[in-house]
């Protein structure tokens, strides 16, 4: 069946540190792609989505390019604030009612 | 825009006892909405998927007789846990969906202790 793979967390980082979460997934045929952050104490928000091969979501400074190939989504930014240590969860959709199925998240912390 | 409430954010129960989730969509109609359940440091599974009116689609090996699924409006879903048992405890997160296969709005999730 489909499933994502996400790399294990935690990751620590220092400020302005580049960042990059390897997200893998196994689908039949081309599933859309997501990027969710979760904030402390918070529900599960949309960073960036990409819904056909090549295409590159971006948004807050995160970038992430669909890769066929490689089925392959992988999250990128290049210079991390403390803002964003989140846990972060990569995930395709599946189906007429759009399910989403989830990698089992990684946890981001950034220091000062 | 787009925010999905859920209540309460944390319950303490019984074991045998029921207790029952609420998921509102508050500022927009959600004709789709999602039950989650997550582990500890596990990913978010999917439960059930509801339609506004109809009878929900559990996800093979939920028990619909156990988690009792409601979506009696367009801005509100709920879950109910009959008779908990320590094994349900979990974190439950809905989300809302304003259609079938649109971006899915993630309500904070419910904490369910039972004891």
């Known amino acids: 069946g489909d499933s994502v793979t996400q790399m294990e967390g935690p990751v620590t980082l220092s400020e302005e540190a580049f960042l990059t979460i390897n997200c893998t997934y196994t689908a039949t045929g081309y599933p859309s792609l997501f990027w969710y952050v979760q904030y402390p104490g918070e529900g599960l928000q949309l960073l960036l989505k990409?819904?056909?091969?090549?295409d590159k979501g971006s948004n807050k400074g995160f970038e992430a390019t669909y890769r066929k190939e490689t089925t392959s989504f992988h999250l990128e930014k290049g210079s991390v604030q403390v803002s964003d240590s989140a846990v972060y969860f990569c995930?395709?959709?599946?189906?007429?009612?759009?399910?989403?199925?989830f990698g089992k998240g990684t946890k981001l912390s950034v220091k000062p | 825009g787009a925010v999905v409430s859920q209540h309460p954010s944390w319950v303490i129960c019984k074991s045998g006892t029921s207790v029952k989730i609420e998921c509102r969509s508050l500022?927009?109609?959600?004709?789709?909405m999602f039950w989650y359940r997550q582990f500890p440091k596990q990913s978010l599974m999917l439960m059930a998927t509801s339609n506004e009116g109809s009878k929900a689609t559990y996800e093979q090996g939920v028990e619909k007789d156990k988690f009792l699924i409601n979506h009696a409006s367009l801005t509100l879903s709920t879950l109910t846990v009959t008779s908990a048992h320590p094994e349900d405890s979990s974190f439950y997160i809905c989300s809302a969906a304003p259609g079938q296969g649109d971006t899915q709005y993630f309500g904070p999730g419910t904490r369910l202790t039972v004891l």
């Open positions: 990409a819904t056909k091969a090549d």
């Open positions: 995930a395709l959709i599946r189906g007429s009612q759009g399910n989403l199925i």
């Open positions: 500022d927009f109609q959600a004709t789709t």
